[in-house]
């Protein structure tokens, strides 16, 4: 699934290549600021401008020698730059490249992130004006509860995707920040100037305080982000995957001309992108546990989050880009079949009105426990018999005693239970 993407823009954010270009920028952008400052010769700026760069087979040679990834680069960069060179990285440490890097890769695999997200909002708000006022029966613990509407469905994710854009430009935003300042944080080598200067450059806020390294909450704040926007996810194709059963089909995920559901049957048309989506929500969570585990550091640093940081940042944010753009065209194309729902509705004959009937007994003066008792028996005789609900109450004494065969009827108005659909559209901010 990565090597998919490494062609694709989120791939492209996380390329070795593309890392290195943000810290020569960096290195450019504090020779910049340190010029300003009169620490820097212009003309020696202008220089370092002009001919600073990199070549990164050549930089992973030099990495081989020196075990050193970041010494590898700066050897690689002072090489184009002679004399000059001597200006290169002055007061930093690796962690300031590194982690400023790594908070603007992050950024910008957020605003692919976000534009995803809100492209899926879009796509959920269309299906639940169409299907609100299609019903369907909504299930509890599996087992048909009541009527509502496919719609109403629909504005439960579209809802539940407000919030987790709202999370995700959250944690972004914490994880806006950059850091030069040295060694342990504490500027002794460099002006905290370069630090402001850099940062407002790239459009991050310097860290309030730092180690040798950014502080990880921030990182792990991101990275659960990211597993909770997948568990959404997980939810939604978890649904899809549960109304596609053969039983149900209430709903499937788009199949297209030329695809093969099954190597051995013919005939199958599998949910495979929605247990793919499941499946991969299952890494986001796991790597937001790594992140978890990556705050804790020895004294002012070590680098046992580094590693790992190096695989689960980019793979999950990679794979939350994969996970929305195939779940967008699910949404998008769903095939929704209103009659199975009309089917489903009639399939327990009646026993997903019996609060209705419930409640209109306890209107006629019966307490509730009483009144339960009633509706439960005559709910039992319809679990274990081929009757109708219906047809049990209106038979029943102790009902017929309270309720004429007409306000029985009246029970099973499927109207009564989609009455307030457009109060709620409109409370999720769907018109």
Known sequence: MIDRYTLSKMGRIWSEQHKLEIMLQIEVLACEAMCNMGK???????KIKKNAKFDLDEVKRIEERTKHDIVAFIQNVGENLGPEAQYLHMGMTSSDLLDTALSVQCWQASELLIADMKKLITVLRDKAKKYKDTVCIARTHGVHAEPMTFGLKMALW?????????RLEAAAEDLRIGKLSGAVGTYANIDPAVEEYVCQKLNLKPANIATQVIQRDHHA?????LALVGASLNKFATEVRLLQKT???????????????SSAMPHKRNPVTCERICGLSRILKANAQIGMDNIALWHERDISHSAAE??????????????????IPIIDGLL??????????????GLIYSQR??????KKGLPRATAY???????????QETTDFRDVLSRDRRVRKYMSKNEIEACFDIKYYIKHRDYILKRVGIK
Do not use: H
């Open 40 to 46: 820097i010769p212009k003309p020696a700026l202008e």
């Open 221 to 225: 704040n991101y990275l659960n982000t």
């Open 373 to 383: 008792e009633i509706i439960q028996s005559c709910a039992m005789q319809v679990w």
């Open 247 to 261: 039983e149900v089909l209430e709903v499937e995920e788009p199949f297209f001309k030329g695809q093969i559901g």
């Open 336 to 349: 929704v079949y209103p009659k199975n729902m009309i089917e489903s509705l009639q399939r327990t004959r």
């Open 310 to 327: 190096r695989v689960i940042i980019p793979d999950s944010t990679i794979a939350l880009d994969y996970m929305l753009n195939k779940f």
């Open 357 to 362: 009937c419930l409640l209109e007994l306890m």
């Open 158 to 166: 579209y809802d539940e995707t407000l919030r987790n854009l709202a």
